[in-house]
């Protein structure tokens, strides 16, 4: 018990410890925050207060502008002055000058300027008559304002003075004008420029200052004539900015720069460039510049604040906070200290009190804590902790079952997967040996499975799996060990094998089991099986020997016509090689895309004896394999899936040479093309004939389709749809071998077909064999009945050929006429026929 307190003790401790580690690292936290916080305050703050004293300027200068313009407004109404201005242009005679009339005017009009000046603030006025010459102005010095005219003695110009404050006037020297810089700066103010009653303000440079001039001149009241011009100058020169630096805190400064210097300047009028101030920073002060663009050229406005004040501030705050936060981290200490000891401490011991009984295996329930926090739902969780244990241990026993059932069989069919039935095959073979008994492996395979994926999709496909893998597995007797491998592959292992010949009994029951089609979807599906059969230890004396061998005879069973069982032999081996040799090759072989070639066989009409159209066949030559029989390497290609690209090779390059043979002007009425069964399954058959005739140029009417009765019997409706879609096109549409094996004279009223075509097995017992004279006799009347073009392949000599035409087939193709041809031999062949119009007369020697 004693321990335990110790244990309660310092687990108090380290909360403490973690509470004020915690609370340092937070305040810490926040000491960087603020920190960062009053950094950028700091920047923010010269930069408010240099972007206020850029603002103040505009202001000021917007308000001197108001009041130069207000300051000048008066010439356009003040009729006193209005008058004396009309008076001196109408009567001033420089030669004969009047000096006391004049002089007593302009004298007036001083004074009138000297009042506007003076009561708007400014610093200087001058006005001028229509010739733009000088009347009088008024000009603040230091001692007060100078009242200013020009008069005349004896046509010479002289400047009268007076001071403010003195009543009378003295002469100057002319030269005084140019002192005070009083120069005309006209401004073109006419009425069409919307001006004529409205003064205008420019600004100028002077030595170490900014002038701001208004202007306003008056014109007649039809506005063609200028009769008087006024001018008002307001000049900020340094004094004004080290008054308006003392106001804002903020150093001030006007100069002169290059103006390569300001090119890179904002103007002091631009709103939103103040928005974000360029502050540059030397080792004493912040600094920031502004232009103010002017007559004479660029003026600078330089801002600047000392470093020194401003991190001093910082450094005050900086100091304040720390103060603040030693503060908060000793108050938070002793909070924590009183939590710990009030709070935490007992309910810590009474939870202690609970553990301890679960350590004795009581799981009585305790009086749980009421602190109305963590701890007692901590306390409440404790309480249920003994049944929570035992209820775990229940559960992870149920989902240990679980999971090894799920290790061990498909999720999709629920059968014994690949592993379990490893497992099993390897107990199996131990027991082999140890009894000195044999065991078979059934490797079984569905026939064209891919075949109702691709055209149904993959959820038929996992449905129909499922259907079979219910009927396997109904059907597989007690003792066979069934699973499903992968795919469409199933294996089954049968043990204690006495005579091999029960094996054969039972891969039948196994392959009678796809006898009647499977119903999915609300279709039925037919399909069958191939199946491989290995013999423990005949043909393997482990499992992988075994897989090895039931995978070949499988291949062996396909091959022999599918829906078949086969036992492995010796020669399966060689023969595997040879199918892998080969897949290999003609995967090569379509990459190459040199290795195929077309020969054409020609079809001769019975009723004119010329040829009437070819049929494009394949030979591929492989440089591995030498020439390849079509009969050997077409099977593969439709099983591996490559007949799709050799197919549209096929067809791309039969139309070429069909195109080729009308520009050599030969023209037949059609060419065919053999069409494979997966091609038509595919789907991807439509697009690509619909390219091949855009691209070639053939006329779809020149285009013959050969299709097989196998294809048309696996699903007579799609069959039926796809065949109308290329007879819409206008292509021929051909049933190859018709009468070999399917029942499809049932189906011929359905099917938009235009040919049908004997198969050489019915040609081969004419004219002698009654059965072929039946079935020859039976097509032909049928294809008479139907409206449909006949023709009759494989005839090889003179009598196939007489009872050919004496019961009225149209079309012959064999050997009789001509073996397949290369394109240049079918060229040479055409223009022969051409010379010798009587082809029925040619006998094979001539060919």
């Given at each position: 018990m004693a321990q335990k307190r110790a244990v309660i003790q310092s687990l108090s401790v380290k909360f403490a410890v973690f509470v004020t580690v915690a609370g340092i690292l937070t305040l810490g936290a926040l000491g960087l925050y603020f920190d960062g916080f009053l950094k950028s305050s700091f920047l923010?703050?010269?930069?408010?207060?240099?972007r206020h004293g850029f603002q103040r300027v505009v202001f000021n200068i917007a308000e001197i502008e108001r009041s130069l313009k207000d300051g000048i407004a008066f010439l356009e109404s003040?009729?006193?002055t209005l008058a004396s201005v009309d008076l001196l242009n109408n009567y001033e005679d420089k030669s004969n000058y009047n000096t006391?009339?004049?002089?007593?005017?302009?004298?007036?009009?001083?004074?009138?300027?000297?009042?506007?000046?003076?009561l708007s603030f400014n610093d200087d006025i001058a006005l001028y008559n229509r010739k733009g010459e000088l009347i009088a102005y008024v000009v603040k010095k230091s001692t007060g304002f100078q009242l200013n005219i020009i008069s005349y003695a004896g046509e010479r110009s002289r400047l009268l003075r007076r001071i403010e404050g003195e009543k009378e006037y003295y002469p100057l020297s002319m030269a005084e004008v140019e002192r005070d810089k009083i120069q005309l700066f006209h401004v073109p103010t006419y009425p069409q420029e919307n001006i004529r009653h409205n003064s205008v303000v420019t600004h100028h440079q002077d030595v170490d200052a900014f002038v701001l001039k208004s202007h306003l001149s008056l014109f007649t009241?039809?506005?063609s004539k200028e009769i008087a011009h006024i001018e008002m100058s307001r000049v900020l020169d340094q004094h004004y900015f080290s008054l308006l630096s003392a106001d804002l805190d903020l150093s001030l400064k006007l100069s002169n720069p290059d103006p390569s210097q300001a090119a890179d300047v904002h103007l002091l009028f631009d709103e939103m460039s103040l928005m974000g101030l360029a502050i540059s920073e030397t080792a004493d002060e912040?600094?920031?510049?502004?232009?103010?663009d002017s007559v004479e050229g660029p003026l600078l406005i330089t801002a600047s604040l000392e470093r020194a004040s401003l991190i001093r501030v910082l450094a005050e705050n900086r100091q304040h906070f720390i103060f603040l936060l030693v503060g908060i981290a000793v108050l938070t200490l002793l909070v924590v200290n009183f939590v710990i000891?009030?709070?935490l401490d007992r309910p810590l011991r009474n939870l202690m009190i609970q553990i301890e009984k679960i350590e004795n295996q009581d799981y009585s329930t305790s009086q749980p804590l009421k602190t109305g926090d963590e701890l007692e739902t901590v306390s409440n969780s404790i309480n249920q902790l003994a049944q929570t244990v035992r209820e775990r241990e229940t559960s992870l026993q149920s989902s240990k079952q679980e999971l090894e059932y799920l290790s061990n069989h498909d999720v999709l069919t629920q059968l014994p997967n690949r592993r379990f039935w490893g497992e099993r095959l390897d107990a199996a073979l131990e027991n082999a040996v140890i009894k000195n008994k044999k065991l078979a492996m059934f490797f079984i395979d569905l026939d064209q499975f891919k075949q109702v994926n691709d055209t149904q999709g993959h959820h038929i496909g996992d449905e129909l799996l499922t259907q079979v893998a219910t009927r396997l597995y109904l059907n597989a007797s007690a003792d066979h060990t069934l699973a499903r491998i992968g795919g469409d592959e199933f294996n089954i292992l049968v043990e204690q094998v006495d005579k091999l010949d029960e094996l054969e009994s039972v891969a039948e029951q196994y392959l009678n089991l796809f006898s009647l089609p499977f119903e999915v979807s609300g279709q039925e599906i037919s399909i069958s099986a191939s199946i491989g059969i290995a013999i423990y230890p005949l043909d393997g004396q482990d499992k992988v020997s075994l897989l090895k061998c039931a995978d070949l005879a499988m291949y062996k069973a396909k091959e022999s016509g599918r829906?078949?069982?086969s036992f492995f032999s010796d020669d399966l081996s060689a023969q595997m090689k040879k199918r892998t040799d080969m897949s290999h090759a003609l995967k090569l072989a379509i990459n190459s895309g040199d290795q195929f070639r077309l020969c054409y066989q020609p079809k001769v009409s019975t009723v004119s004896g010329s040829i009437v159209s070819v049929e494009a066949l394949i030979r591929w030559e492989s440089p591995e394999l030498g020439l390849v029989s079509p009969a050997d390497f077409i099977p593969l290609a439709e099983e591996l899936g490559l007949i799709?690209?050799?197919?549209e090779w096929v067809l791309e390059q039969a139309c070429k040479d069909f195109q080729r043979l009308e520009e050599m002007g030969i023209g037949l009425k059609h060419i065919s093309v053999n069409v494979s069964n997966v091609q038509l399954s595919h789907g991807h058959l439509l697009p690509k004939l619909l390219n091949v005739l855009h691209c070639t140029g053939i006329k779809p009417q020149h285009l013959e389709l050969e299709i097989t009765e196998s294809y048309i019997a696996t699903n007579i409706n799609e069959a039926v749809e796809t065949l109308k879609q290329f007879r819409q096109m206008g292509i021929g549409l051909a049933i190859d071998d018709f009468g070999t094996g399917y029942s499809a004279m049932s189906y011929l009223q359905k099917l938009p077909v235009t040919r049908l075509k004997i198969d050489k097995a019915f040609v081969d017992g004419l004219p002698n064999d009654r059965n072929s004279v039946a079935i020859a006799r039976a097509i032909i009347s049928l294809a008479k009945s139907f409206g449909l073009e006949l023709t009759a392949e494989g005839v090889e000599h003179q009598g196939q050929l007489d009872f050919l035409v004496q019961e009225g087939c149209e079309e012959i193709q064999g050997y009789y006429y001509s073996k397949p041809l290369y394109f240049d031999a079918l060229v040479q062949y055409c223009l022969v026929e051409e010379v010798d119009n009587v082809v029925l007369m040619r006998t094979p020697e001539r060919i």
């Open positions: 923010e703050t010269k930069e408010t207060r240099m003040h009729e006193p006391f009339l004049i002089d007593e005017e302009k004298k007036a009009i001083v004074e009138e300027l000297y009042n506007r000046v003076k009241s039809d506005g912040y600094i920031s510049h502004r232009k103010i000891k009030r709070i829906n078949n069982y799709i690209p050799i197919g």
